[in-house]
Each structure stands twice: as structure tokens, then as C-alpha cells.
């Protein structure tokens, strides 16, 4: 329960004990009581419905907030792992053609040994 709630729920609490003890201490006839426990759970429906609109307020805020840190986060970890990705493809693509240079010269370095033999068969 977060501490918004529960001071929510205290002070219900709380206002309740309070008008009941009052009231209980209060002489007054019986309609008077009566009409004294109608007027206190009116207000006490008051205070409770601003109390809950309050905190759907915050709660709603609190939503907003977080989502909004979310896509944030979201695009600044969407952003790093696409600049990642870019150094690693170009590392990717220099290393191809390092190995494609490398092949053609072992092609080369093959050929002229196999011309080389056949040279020195022919002799």
C-alpha cells in the first residue's frame, strides 16, 4: 500500500473516530444525533471523494511519467544498439574485404606455384 493510500485511509479512519466519538459525547436528542450522522458522512463522502480524485490524479500523473521515462529509455537503448550495430556491419564489411584481398593473393601465390612445378617438370 503506497503512503498516499494510507494516509487516505488514516484520515478516513481517523474523521470517522472522530465524528462518532463526538457525537456519542454530544447531548442531543435522538433526530439531532441522527441528523449530526447524516451531516458528517456528507462531508466525510466529500472529503473521501476529493481524497480518491486527488489520488487518481497523482496515480494517473504517476502513469504518465513513468511511460514517459520508458519510451526514453526505449529510444536511448534503441539508438545505442543501432549505433552498435552500424560498427559492428562495418567492421563486418572491412573484414570481407580483407579476406577477399587474401584470397585473391593466395589464388595468385597457388598459380605461380603451380606454374613454378610445371616449369621445373618440364625440365
Do not use: C
Request: hydrophobic fraction near 40%; proline fraction near 1%; charge should be neutral.
Amino acid at each position: 500500500m503506497s503512503s498516499d493510500s494510507k494516509l487516505l485511509v488514516g484520515l478516513i479512519v481517523g474523521a470517522v473516530a472522530g465524528a462518532v466519538a463526538g457525537l456519542m459525547l454530544a447531548p442531543a436528542s435522538g433526530k439531532e444525533t441522527r441528523e449530526k450522522i447524516a451531516d458528517k458522512a456528507s462531508d466525510l463522502k466529500g472529503d473521501f471523494d476529493k481524497k480518491f480524485k486527488d489520488l487518481s490524479e497523482k496515480i494517473k500523473d504517476l502513469e504518465e511519467d513513468s511511460i514517459q521515462d520508458f519510451k526514453a529509455k526505449f529510444y536511448d537503448v534503441k539508438g545505442a544498439v543501432k549505433v552498435k550495430y552500424d560498427h559492428i556491419a562495418a567492421k563486418v564489411k572491412q573484414m570481407e574485404k580483407e579476406l577477399a584481398e587474401k584470397m585473391e593473393g593466395l589464388k595468385k601465390e597457388a598459380k605461380e606455384a603451380k606454374e613454378v612445378k610445371v616449369e621445373s617438370n618440364s625440365v
